[in-house]
């Protein structure tokens, strides 16, 4: 007898609410810093306030959002505090993870990583924006991978996925186009070339360069809602 094919159950509405209130955090379509309501939302979204209310109520554990009784929501500030603290620790991590991809990476994996290190966007387009931003993380990613070490290849991925915010911040602030295809390129040569200290180094600094140019533009654009 046949078995029955039951349909794939459908993306729940709160599961729809989040994920497109998660995406306007993320890329600052909703800005760090501003005031945001349930009816609001629901409009925007053309939903009841019952999966809103939900899906911020995520957001707010994932701590994207505040909730003030009576007032409404606030997306979660940006504090510089924060973005030191997060690029130190990947500075540690991603430099490790580079130089352990030195010995382990294969020729295929680096043929991808020289992919992506081409990466560009036009700034102010959305597209073409978050389309840099996603092979900017599947770089950072790939090498990662590349350590052949799967808890630190787990931490990279958390810290990456947490530092999201700050990079679309980055990239709406100012062109980082050649920078960043600079210092990914040097991070490849150095990977083909086998030396895993040189690469722990240009990783640490990269990420290092990134840092000094995010914060240099975000102390700069005070609308931006920084708090240190």
Known sequence: MDQEIKPKKSTSLTEQAYMALREKVITCELAPGSDVSEP???EQLAMSKTPVREAMS???LEGLMEAFPRRGYRVTPVTVKDMNDLFAVRAILEGAAAALAATHINAEELSVLEELAEA???????MSTKGF???NQMFHAAIAQGSKNPRLHA?????LEEGTRFLYMG????DVNFETNSDHQKIVDTLRARNAERAREQMAQHIENTRQGLLQALIS???MNVSF
Do not use: D, F, K, S
């Open 155 to 159: 931490l990279i991925m958390r810290h």
């Open 120 to 126: 560009e966007y036009v700034m102010g387009e959305g």
């Open 221 to 223: 654009q005070t609308e």
């Open 40 to 42: 609001e939302l629901a």
């Open 58 to 60: 995520r957001l707010c």
């Open 171 to 174: 990239t709406r602030a100012r």
């Open 133 to 135: 931003v996603a092979r």
